[in-house]
């Protein structure tokens, strides 16, 4: 009786991780900047400019408060204000995505729980604490767990194919996950240079207003020197706050993506390593 070769079955390939539940985050962000835009011209006409702010009525008198004021800042105040009101939008909708993201429990105490798990190759209890976690980190130890799991049954592999088949779908879960994590983060990135470049191009053109007021008539006019100094320094404490609150945003959450990317990793080396750890090669 002959015998009947087989060949070695297959590496199945890895399940693709399941999509966090929750808040993902905004994809236009076109409409986030156009919604701020009107915001800012409704604030600026209606509220700075209200005739309440200034001498007699008129918003082109005297400012009597700090909100007349800021409306003598010109028409650059609300093109700071639309960046301003921008990188506060995105940081709440970056907050909200995160916090889906991390999952519902704490990220350090998950991490310590599935390392514990795995070294005593306990999976179901490592999918049950990434069915309870939920979030990007749970969606990719899942997929390392579901390629351990595969790659026990495959056979006719070698032992160091099969530990880079998990990392592959340890780093393909991974992959799929960043783009929501990062989304939008260039934009407020974008913000911290350009709320301080608007609010220069406000300096400028309120400095160029009050040298007009100067050289007009010898000593100037006081109310068309003091409307220009107005709008110099009231434009540049906006792009300095714009930019200071991007900054900040921006570094917040680039620190929280990377430590989640180092537990995603940290938990990815351990499941790999107790494969290889714990499995003997094929003969």
Not at 246 to 254: K, P, R
Request: with cysteine; hydrophobic share 45%; aromatic share 8%.
């Amino acid at each position: 009786m002959e015998k009947t070769a087989t060949k070695p079955a297959a590496a199945p390939k890895a399940a693709a991780p399941k999509k966090s539940s929750g808040f993902q985050g905004i994809r236009a962000a076109f409409w986030v900047i156009v919604v701020c835009f009107i915001i800012a011209i409704c604030v600026f006409k209606f509220v700075l400019g209200n005739p309440n702010n200034f001498e007699g009525g008129d918003p082109e008198g005297h400012p009597i408060n700090l909100l007349g004021t800021i409306y003598k800042g010109g028409y650059v105040v609300p093109i700071i204000h639309t960046l301003l009101l921008t990188v506060i939008a995105l940081s709440i909708e970056r907050w909200l995505a995160l916090r889906t993201a991390f999952g519902k429990g704490s990220l350090a105490k998950f991490t310590a729980a599935i390392k514990e798990a795995v070294a005593k190759q306990d999976f179901a209890k490592a999918q049950q604490l990434c069915d309870k976690q939920r979030g990007s980190v749970a969606n990719v130890v899942s997929a390392s767990i579901r390629a351990y799991q595969d790659m026990e049954k495959t056979t006719g592999v070698k032992k160091a194919q099969k530990v880079a088949k998990i990392q592959q779908a340890h780093e393909e879960a991974t992959q799929l996950e960043m783009p929501t994590l990062q989304m939008n983060l260039p934009i407020l990135a974008t913000l911290v240079t350009l709320g301080t470049l608007t609010g220069l191009l406000g300096t400028v053109t309120g400095m160029i207003k009050s040298f007009q007021a100067l050289a007009a008539g010898g000593g100037g006019d006081s109310l068309a020197l003091s409307t220009g100094i107005s709008e110099a320094l009231i434009n540049t404490a906006f792009g300095i706050l714009t930019s200071w609150c991007a900054v900040i945003s921006y570094n917040t959450f680039s620190n929280k993506i990377d430590k989640l990317t180092y537990a995603l990793d940290e938990v990815g080396y351990s499941i790999a390593q107790t494969y290889e750890t714990t499995h003997q090669e094929e003969a």
